[in-house]
């Protein structure tokens, strides 16, 4: 008995079916990963996909298995405008790949608009990673809800801008800041709490507006110390003379 195109090749709804599934299986948009190592010169990273791959087999069944860890994978920082955000990129921090469309190849080694020089899409080779993500397991706590933050995870460290604008920065560490064109702080009052060391001079009460200085003491000076010109240590007094007089000022 003859057999027909149809009889060896399958019903077509049901290859068709299949040929669905396979191309869906290939097809990677977007999945969690887990950093493996970052390299800060390259700015890439080795990442884990942190799902498992789902086979079909050849009796219809499925398995799973972890993908390839992937490697030079870009890693996306905030940027635009000359400014970057950045930050600490460590095994084990949690990230979101996406895959592109179509080869990044020539892209990432050149920049600017290029040819696709594979056919490939949507795949495992073209991934970026968005390092933020958290899963429950590695979530932070203490979020909060009414100021945008800079923070540690732990959540002792901040810089803080308030939705009512004041501004907070908040550290058990030390706070340093290096300006090498000056500085300039433009306040109706001004209050430090603490120990104050100044290494350069001071200047006080200059410009159009002047000002005056109160201390309540006390006082201590290791040098000299000069008003009007006239010396604290080396001033002289004239008109002097024994008995219940006085001196004149001192010059």
Not at 173 to 194: D, F, R
């Amino acid at each position: 008995m003859a057999v027909s195109n149809q009889t060896r090749s399958g019903d077509l709804s049901a290859t068709l079916s299949t040929e669905r599934g396979i191309i869906k299986d290939q097809i990677r948009v977007a999945m969690p990963g887990i950093i493996q190592s970052f390299d800060p010169v390259t700015v890439t990273a080795e990442v884990q996909p942190a799902v498992r791959s789902v086979q079909q087999n050849n009796d219809g069944t499925t398995s799973t298995k972890n993908y390839p860890v992937l490697v030079d994978v870009p890693v996306i920082f905030p940027r635009g405008g000359g400014c970057t955000l950045t930050f600490p990129v460590k095994e084990g921090d949690e990230c979101l790949l996406i895959f592109a469309d179509r080869c990044i190849d020539f892209w990432w080694q050149n920049g600017g608009i290029q040819e696709t020089v594979d056919p490939r899409q949507h795949d495992l080779s073209d991934a970026f990673a968005i390092v933020g993500p958290q899963s429950q397991a590695q979530k932070i706590s203490g979020i909060s809800t009414s100021a945008a933050q800079l923070r540690t995870d732990d959540g002792a460290a901040f810089i803080e801008v308030a939705a009512g604008h004041d501004i907070t920065v908040t550290t058990p560490g030390k706070l340093t800041a290096s300006a090498q064109g000056g500085t300039e702080i433009t306040s109706p009052t001004i209050v430090l709490n603490g120990n104050v060391t100044i290494n350069g001079n001071l200047s006080q009460g200059l410009g159009e507006a002047g000002g005056a200085a109160t201390m309540r003491g006390p006082i201590t000076v290791e040098s000299d110390v000069t008003a009007s010109g006239i010396s604290l240590t080396a001033h002289k007094h004239g008109g002097v003379e024994t008995g219940g007089g006085t001196t004149q000022g001192p010059q």
